[in-house]
């Protein structure tokens, strides 16, 4: 095949492979959300339609994209965890990332009259994305445990807040004030959400046409990640760390 004089400027791209035996989480978050939310009319503090958006857009991109073992989300965020092993586009994050971000954004407007009804969208949603690598089982667990605190802690915070306004008949300045400085992580959050896709089983070879249909069902699961409970019912979604 002739090359043409252009071809060289292919040279100045830059090499983004992601490192080999980690964990790839591209982390999707909702671009300016706070005014996304009210003007969408967001119910205060967790509207279901927008969580039950965010994971079917989530199961999406599960669906369409190889490789992602587990995507967790809450807020206007999405973690999506592609397998350690896998080669997906060369392992590219640049590729990764925009193939995520892209199905996602484009799921969300898709699916927006689903859940929303006769809320029209206003304006197009977009999504941030970026690339963060996990060498060890440990560490992926204690990011996703980082996100589901924080999915806690806002959470409490946030339902205390308009509690307190909603209810308490405080201005929000008022509710502010009040809240300072308290802060707890020991409750457990409606606002969160974790989709699952199954690795498949050793012994699934074995199985008939049902297989693939089995290893490609995504399924949503509003659950506890940090303790060990989720990682014991789930082995399949980590790999061996050695
Ligand atoms: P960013 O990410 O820097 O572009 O800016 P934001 O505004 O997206 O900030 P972020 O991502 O830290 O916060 C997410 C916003 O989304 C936060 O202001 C609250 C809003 N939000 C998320 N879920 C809900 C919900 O269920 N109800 C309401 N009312 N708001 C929500
Ligand atoms: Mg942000
Ligand atoms: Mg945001
Ligand atoms: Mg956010
Ligand atoms: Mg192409």
């Known amino acids: 095949m002739a090359k043409s004089k252009f071809e060289y400027v292919r040279n100045f791209e830059a090499d983004d492979t992601c490192l080999r035996n980690c964990y790839i989480v591209v982390r999707l978050d909702g671009r300016n959300f706070h005014k996304f939310a009210e003007q969408h009319k967001f119910i205060k503090p967790n509207d279901n339609r927008a969580l039950g958006l965010l994971t079917r857009s989530a199961v999406s991109v599960m669906e369409e994209l190889e490789d992602i073992v587990i995507a967790y989300g809450q807020s206007d965020e999405f973690s999506f965890v592609f397998k350690r092993t896998t080669n997906w586009f060369k392992r590219r994050a640049s590729k990764l990332m925009t193939h995520v971000a892209s199905q996602f954004s484009s799921s969300y407007v898709f699916y927006w009259k689903e859940f929303f009804g006769d809320q029209p969208l206003l304006y197009p949603p977009g999504f941030d994305g970026r690339v963060v ?4 089982n440990r560490n ?18 946030n339902t205390v ?13 008022q509710a502010e004030e009040r809240l300072k400085v308290k802060d707890s992580n020991t409750h457990r959050s409606k606002h969160d959400e974790t989709v699952t896709k199954r690795m498949k089983l050793p012994n699934e ?10 290893r490609k069902r995504v399924q949503a699961y509003h659950c506890d990640i940090i303790g060990e409970q989720f ?11 050695s």
């Open 161 to 173: 807040f308009w509690t307190l306004v909603q209810r308490g008949g405080l201005t929000t300045a």
């Open 133 to 136: 690598l996990y060498p060890t």
């Open 140 to 157: 992926l667990r204690d990011y996703l445990s980082w996100r589901q605190a924080d999915c806690h802690i806002n959470n409490l915070y």
């Open 231 to 241: 990682w014991e019912e789930h082995p399949g979604i980590l790999e061996d760390d």
């Open 205 to 214: 070879e074995e199985k008939d046409v049902n297989v693939t249909r089995s």
